[in-house]
């Protein structure tokens, strides 16, 4: 399958944090959330893949583009939504969105318009005057119309209330449905990963522990309560038990093993895609 992004052994120190080496590949067509404890290193591979950050070591490509390269094609064709942009501080909404349509040849300004009545924003007032949730918003509606082949969002939901991520949300879904679009995200919001995410790359402490199909990753984990007690040896796949509980990554091998054993089980059930990051960032 064709690929938006593509990271290759690609490392970055900085100060005593090393991150990588990264190999990432971000599938064309699809929605990729990078999830991971605070700290691992999202937002820097995000800015490395906008070339906003340099890697030591590594090749990186968007768009089938070097993004250190001498072309900065690629540039039209990816929006990215930082956490943080300091710039937009002294401008109203109305102001961000006129500049913003100007230089953007693909500006969608329906879209903007849809979002805008949507989210109630409020162009009037000064950029750094407002919540950060409403912040966010405004980002969020300056950055869609764009129409970008490749979106990419940092933490795009963090300071929303509830119905306000919804929307966001379902937003995203119609864009996607619009063309050939690629969403990366990083997020630490279950509701964008549930929702949104085709697949997962997961990252702890500058290491990438690797990228999953969301539904395979969620077949992996099982919980089963199993009737009696458990085999007073370690089931296979077995990742966590208590009494009569066992949580494995291997299901049909603890099925296997349970089953010759002469254990059965009242019930069985997926794990929350909460509680399987939580396992692969803490086991
Ligand atoms: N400009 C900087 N100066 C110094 N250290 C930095 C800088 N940018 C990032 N780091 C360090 O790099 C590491 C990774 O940070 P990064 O923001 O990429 O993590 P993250 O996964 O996005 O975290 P979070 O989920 O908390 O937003 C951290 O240890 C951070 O302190």
């Known amino acids: 399958m064709e690929c938006s992004a593509e990271m290759n052994q690609v490392k970055k120190k900085i100060d005593d944090f090393q991150l990588g080496p990264i190999d990432l590949d971000i599938q064309s067509g699809l929605i990729t959330a990078l999830v991971g404890s605070n700290g691992a290193g999202k937002s820097t591979v995000l800015k490395m893949l906008m070339n906003l950050v340099k890697q030591d070591e590594g090749t990186i490509t968007l768009l089938n583009e070097q993004v250190d390269g001498d072309s ?7 929006a990215y939504l930082p956490q943080s942009f300091p710039g937009l501080v002294p401008f109203t909404g109305m102001e961000l969105k006129k500049l913003t349509s100007e230089w ?3 500006w969608d300004e329906r879209l903007f318009n849809k979002i ?3 989210f109630d924003l409020s162009l009037t007032k000064k950029f750094g005057k407002l919540s950060q949730g409403s912040q966010q918003k405004l980002k969020f509606a300056l950055t869609l119309p764009r129409n ?4 990419i969002l940092d933490e795009p939901t963090s300071h929303m209330d509830i119905p306000s991520k919804k929307l966001l949300i379902d937003l995203l879904v119609e864009w996607m449905e619009e063309g050939a ?23 702890d402490k500058g290491r990438m522990l690797g990228s999953f199909e969301k539904e395979e990753l969620i077949a992996q984990y099982k919980q089963y309560w199993v009737k009696g007690s458990l085999p007073p040896v370690t089931v296979p796949g077995e990742i966590e038990r208590k009494e009569n509980m066992l949580v494995t990554k ?4 603890t099925e296997e093993f349970l089953k010759n054993r002469g254990v059965t089980w009242s019930t069985a059930k997926s794990l929350e895609l909460d509680e399987i990051i939580s396992i692969m960032l803490t086991k």
């Open 72 to 78: 900065e094609e690629w540039k039209e064709k990816v």
């Open 104 to 106: 953007y040849p693909k």
């Open 148 to 151: 970008p082949n490749l979106l």
């Open 116 to 118: 805008n009545k949507l």
């Open 181 to 203: 679009r690629t969403i990366l995200l990083a997020t630490h919001q279950v509701e964008d990963i549930r929702k949104l995410a085709d697949y997962l790359v997961i990252m």
């Open 250 to 253: 291997c299901p049909s091998q």
